[in-house]
């Protein structure tokens, strides 16, 4: 058979797109049973946003895709593949990745995927996209996390509900002579597999606390710095750290575990709450155009959770457009 020689891929663009509807600490404090110290404390999060009637993952899938694209500084017709990664989807046909394309005016016919690793499963996206243009697949590559959260919201728990936000976050990919987007290192934690749930009858997400935490506290640094050496760089070359938006008190202790005192860490949670498979692109993407995230830098992505799956890769940002 006819095997295409291997080049890299390298990320091109980033968008992003949140509900209008902010929800603060304040606001959840008359709904629930709890108050902004209390969730300040254990989650570092203040407020939220929270989809309103007309936001979807479809459609925050589009915009931030939209807004991806045109950083790119390319037309909807340049791309070949999208994929959607989310633990939210409402249809399960037509597929989300598809509505997305047709929405955006890819009259091209590109690949559409949907995948589904929860809290992961933007990275796991990255890496298809990455494998699927590094054997000539594809030339380019739309990857989205979407995810509305509060949808499946238990808000009478409130070990559950302060977490949980809404949001897109989208980054477009291209060939590129050189590897600029590390090989992934992925995996599963088995006896962490209900750890996360979404139930049904009602239909709620639900976790386990505190095994997640423990697993985070002793098991996420060793499997970061298997995502670094996989990309044959040194903690010290990193310049950025993009963890699961899951927790504060998760992503602080972790980064200063990897010696992050002069990275710059992602902490978007603190306004955005726990997004799933949004969280890393969202909060890359707003980082990105506030002009907040180093250009032309290398950052370590690693997301974990539901499942319990966990993937990470090591990424470089790319040189802003005059």
């Not at 989807?89 to 559409?112: D, F, K």
């Not at 995996?187 to 009858?201: I, K, M, Q, W, Y």
């Not at 009602?202 to 997640?212: A, D, K, L, M, V």
């Not at 498979?277 to 980082?287: F, H, M, N, W």
Request: with cysteine.
């Amino acid at each position: 058979m006819n095997t295409p020689a291997l080049r890299g891929s390298r990320i091109l663009g980033f968008g992003h797109h949140q509900p209008e509807r902010v929800l603060t600490n304040d606001e959840l404090s008359t709904m629930v049973d709890t108050n902004d110290e209390w969730i300040t404390t254990r989650t570092g999060i203040k407020a939220r946003r929270i989809a309103g009637p007309d936001d979807s993952v479809v459609s925050m899938a589009i915009e931030a895709g939209r807004m991806a694209i045109a950083d790119a500084g390319l037309e909807p017709s340049d791309i070949g593949l999208v994929i959607v990664a989310s633990t939210t989807h409402r249809e399960r046909s037509p597929y989300t990745a598809g509505r997305v394309a047709a929405a955006l005016g890819m009259t091209n016919g590109p690949a559409p995927i949907d995948i589904n690793t929860a809290c992961s499963g933007f990275e796991y996206a990255m890496a298809l996209a990455d494998q699927s243009i590094r054997v000539g697949a594809s030339d380019t590559a739309l990857v989205i996390g979407s995810e509305t959260l509060s949808s499946i919201a238990d808000w009478t728990d409130r070990s559950t509900c302060v977490l949980v936000g809404d949001g897109a976050g989208a980054v477009v990919i291209g060939a590129s002579e050189t590897a600029e987007i590390g090989p992934v290192s992925w995996g599963s934690v088995p006896h962490l597999n209900e750890a996360v749930l979404v139930t049904r009858d009602p239909e709620y997400f639900t976790q386990q606390g505190r095994s997640i935490y423990r697993w985070a506290i002793t098991e996420a640094e060793g499997h970061a710095r298997k995502v670094v050496d996989a990309a044959g760089v040194t903690l010290d070359d990193i310049a950025v750290f993009a963890f699961h938006q899951a927790n504060l008190r998760i992503i602080e202790p972790l980064a200063e575990a990897l010696g992050g005192s002069d990275k710059y860490v992602v902490r978007d949670v603190v306004e955005s709450g726990n997004t799933s498979a949004a969280s890393v692109p969202l909060g890359l993407s707003k980082a990105w155009h506030r002009g907040e995230l180093p250009e032309d830098a290398l950052a370590l992505l690693f997301g974990f959770g539901g499942g319990f799956a966990h993937a990470g890769q090591v990424v470089r940002t790319p040189q802003r457009r005059a």
